[in-house]
């Protein structure tokens, strides 16, 4: 990309899907790990381990959350860390990829 | 009873409702619609039970107690033994489907109401107390019927402590069983002008408003008998015999042990014939995680549910009239 | 007829909408609401049909559907001809909009319902049955402009056989439409003290609800409006021209062939002159996927059904009086 | 007044939510529902309060105007210099606060009028213009406030010039607004018979509707409550000491400037303690992004209105009798 | 990155948006190929080679669901081939990128 | 990955977060930019340089938008030009990343 770097910084990004009712407990973990930034889509549904979970289904409403966020490699590594050991009473999943950032009014990763 | 009283709009909403399914109509009402109808018509049924109790002789009040105490207890054992000896489920399913057997369906509970309004049938104030108590016995006996479950099939136990202790509060703070016994406190302590400020409201329109909560209801029950399939014979068998068992007992106990009237007795037979799909549920989804919960939701929601108000309430209320002109209460 | 019978509450509601949008406000509805109150309405509208039915003589209303399939019919084909060659608009675009004109809007009905019900006047219960019968015949014969505009245009026929299955059983399965028949045919069978428990949620409070629906269609169409730019000055004179058309159809129909009351006249010219935005847009969507759903929409909800709303129903209203005490009907 | 009248169902309703807030319970309302009942309860308190209007003396709600802009103007003011010089609080975050006890609110004042309906006491028409105009002079002088901070506080004035034109027109366009003043316009100008046929829906079940709305906030205000620690005592003591100063305001102007009955003085008393937390959180959230929305929420929604509705308004009618019986009004 | 292969499985990340009346039928797909998790957001809007779809839109509410999901690279292949073929139906688009995964208490890909 | 070129092709995945009241003038930017597809999911939260923004709040309800686009590489370059300098305004965030685009019905990128 012939995209000049004072526009576009190689950054993580992570994208966490999680049972909506963790959701506080997620935060506070991302709050520990120093995270500024993070999107948030509730009523989410899915498939999973744990079978399926659909937020209309009529009885039987199960929620999950996605958490999409963007940070420096040195951030994702240390949330990362942070996560890992509670993922297992979150369920869900923990995906990390490269992005680029593109740098706009203010920072906030 | 004539052909005519089963002509009550809310049953004729419900079969709507399935006839928009069977035909696959794109009718769909949006998911919060379903959940406001089910906050407004708990309330309601709230308020309008506590006013009843306001009046009542509240020592007469006991042993409607008691028997939802039984029900609550005794259907899922029952229900159990039939799944696990009969059926040859496997325990922990078993243990999931029993507990909602245990515990009651506002919906029908809302139904059997409209039934005896449209006919014109009065009854006694203290089934409402009933309907309020029968959903946290079940979610407990669901617990240890699993638990036990657990055991008999040996290996690890897996108790995880913890989610037992949540279970069980959860069995008192759940939202909709905390909206029934609030509002029936407050039609309890409020003054009867107060009440008739929100009369109106919470009465007035309530048999409308259930119209449309029953055709949503339709909808659900008729996606659900699609799936009779991959839920077996038996248990679909079960999802019928089973509301005929807990009538029975409910007919025994209103008429004999409550001495209600045919109303009364009525309402009774359709708390032990009826099966939760509002707090039992989500609770043994988190207690029986093992369990396959399109097997108890198809039961309840596609069977018990649909046999109940379509051909139970009348049968239950005919069944009830002929007790009460034949025999004696034992009380 | 005074000013004052102008002030009727519902319209006044439409206003408030389209100011809301005409000066920017933030004021949102959620989009569930107006999908809820649609739902309640329509099966109110139904309900009190029905029952209006029972109470009539139904030999009477076989005029009544051949009007409605009358309409269904023929005016999509007027407004297929006007569009092509006054507008030269492009075949598909042309049966798209086409389609919208021989069906009807059940809000501008519900709207002239609660004009007559503000002035006191009286109106037949058949009506209600062209309300219902008026959207199939419509989506049918675009399917049937549609094709033949294709034909028309050379090229691949391009008619895939099994959408238009599809969307001929859609014409009928349709939600709206089964909803609105389907509680007209409960309000038909339920016994009048089984209808009297759920009047008060249907009729009673009915034209409360409406008001709020109207001040959400009025924020809608006050949205639609800032697009009359890119629809272009001919669609817009097409967007009030043809309500008149539909509604000289309409008056001549209700009062010379079907004979009806002053009331009954309007509600019939009602019909004529409305154009869906219920059942119809989507369907066209479907079936016609290259035109473009800015035009139909833009001249439904942003042009015909205020025009219909805030100037035709009380102007339709005059003329039916006009007619009704000037000419003899045929009948 | 007998304990038993602060058995308000209303207020009942709204300890029922805190208290499911309190144990934790998993009850919860979708969020859409809440938009919709506010809408609905702003249109029926303007709906009604026009009607009123309509047959007053249109002469004697110019002292109203006058009080409502003297509070909406006041009040901040005071809230501002106790935030400040008693407080100690940066000057931005006091000026977010202080706006929002110059505005009203609609809660609260239905609150009111549900407690003086429960003992029969009637009151005046005029306070309800005052509802509708306190919330723009409030969200005005919010602006002015924080202008003025940014200046004492030195550096960049900051003020966009843009975004004050913005917030000046949303003050008012603001959706509830103008839905309050528009359904009061219509009340005013729709005759008796055509008022008549929306009155149950607006009026009939509005108490019945204002429980389920309270029950909601009861639980917004259960967890904000839980955000105590956050906010300090200070500000805690705050959101309890400014509705008493705000209620000695309005007692004083409502008995002696404006002469009105105890239930008038009531509303007034009302309308003067309490505090926004519709049109001013998103308007101050704009204009002054550097305070923290948690402080004013909490006060607003945890402290101040809880406040007022549990312990306020029985007090202030107190209070409004004393005076009636004890003072002859200034006019 | 620092992190222990431990922790991070390379994966591939699927990203589909269709209109969710074919959801049922995506769904049976992604079960021929052995999917065992995925996470699905309903009532999206978007615009592609079909005009607008707005889920919001007064009288023609249109809806697309995104479904994503995280699988290992021969599962991505197999789900592609068996998705290919209908995506002329469904409408809509199909991406796949890559990704880590981190590991967490279940195997749900 | 062995899947043949010819499902395949090389892609660019943006992946915007705004202000829901700005999405209006987001789109006239993509539109200018020639965009031809776009997925937008709603009512959705987050955290960022402005504090927290929560869709389902009582009383401060704030919508964020994600608007999620594929393209070709020299169209990211043209939509992040044409983006950028309006970012200030609309706040939030632009991360771009690559993907690939299984060949469908119709082009609508
Ligand atoms: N492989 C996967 N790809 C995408 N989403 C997944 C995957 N596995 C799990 N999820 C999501 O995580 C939720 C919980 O997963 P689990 O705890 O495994 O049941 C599911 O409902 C999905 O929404
Ligand atoms: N290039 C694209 N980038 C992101 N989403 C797209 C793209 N093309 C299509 N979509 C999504 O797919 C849906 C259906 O696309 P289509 O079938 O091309 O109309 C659209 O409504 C968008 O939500
Ligand atoms: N680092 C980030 N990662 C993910 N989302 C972000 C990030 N920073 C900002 N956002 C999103 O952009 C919105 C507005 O950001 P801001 O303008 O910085 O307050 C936030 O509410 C988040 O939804
Ligand atoms: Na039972
Ligand atoms: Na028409
Ligand atoms: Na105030």
Not at chain 1, 40 to 54: D, H, L, Q
Not at chain 2, 38 to 55: F, P, Q, R, T
Not at chain 2, 135 to 143: D, F, H, N, R, V
Request: charged letters at 15%; aromatic letters at 10%; proline letters at 5%.
């Amino acid at each position: 990309m012939v995209l000049p770097s004072e526009i576009l910084i190689s950054m993580k990004r992570i994208e966490i899907v999680i049972n909506e009712d963790s959701l506080g407990e997620l935060r506070e973990l991302l709050e520990e790990a120093n995270v500024r930034g993070f999107t948030v889509i509730k009523r989410v549904g899915g498939m999973g381990s744990t079978g399926e979970r659909n937020p209309e289904d009529y009885a039987l409403a199960e929620n999950n959350a996605v958490i999409v966020l963007a940070c420096e490699e040195k951030q994702a590594e240390r949330i990362i860390m942070t996560i890992h050991p509670k993922l297992k009473d979150f369920g869900g999943m923990c995906l990390i990829s490269d992005c680029k950032w593109t740098i706009g009014p203010a920072v906030s990763y | 009873m004539s052909l005519s009283s089963l002509l009550v709009p809310a049953i004729l909403f419900f079969a709507l409702g399935m006839f928009a399914c069977l035909i696959k109509s794109d009718l769909k009402f949006p998911p919060d619609m379903h959940k406001m109808i089910v906050i407004y018509l708990l309330i309601g049924i709230g308020l309008h039970g506590g006013k009843a109790l306001a009046s009542s002789d509240m020592a007469s009040a006991i042993p409607a107690v008691w028997a939802a105490l039984a029900f609550g207890i005794g259907l899922p054992i029952v229900a159990y033994i039939i799944l696990r000896w009969l059926g040859k489920i496997d325990p922990l399913n078993a243990a999931a489907i029993s507990a909602h057997y245990g515990s009651v369906s506002a919906g029908t509970y809302m139904t059997a109401v409209a039934f005896l309004a449209g006919i014109g049938v009065t009854y006694e104030a203290y089934p409402v107390i009933m309907l309020a108590i029968m959903e946290s016995p079940a979610i407990m006996i669901g617990l240890v019927l699993a638990g036990y479950s657990r055991k008999v099939m040996g290996g690890a136990t897996k108790a995880d402590k913890g989610m037992y202790k949540h279970l069980l509060i959860e069995a008192f703070t759940n939202g909709s069983i905390l909206l029934l016994f609030g509002s029936m406190a407050i039609g309890w302590v409020v003054s009867d002008p107060s009440y008739k400020k929100i009369e109106p409201f919470f009465e007035l329109i309530f048999m409308g408003a259930l119209c449309i909560f029953l055709c949503d209801m339709g909808m659900e029950a008729g996606k659900r008998l699609s799936e009779f399939k991959s839920v077996g014979v038996f248990l679909v068998s079960f999802g019928i015999a089973m509301p005929l068992i807990g009538a029975a007992c409910g007919l025994f106990v209103g008429h004999f042990l409550l001495g209600y009237s045919v109303g009364g007795i009525t309402l009774v037979t359709v708390l032990a014939a009826s099966c939760s799909y509002i707090a039992v549920p989500p609770a043994m989804r988190l207690a029986i995680p093992e369990a396959n919960p399109s097997f108890y939701l198809t039961l309840s929601l596609g069977c018990t549910f649909p046999f109940n108000v379509v051909v139970g309430i009348p049968m239950y209320y005919a069944a009830a009239q002929y007790l009460h002109e034949t025999y004696y209460p034992l009380v």
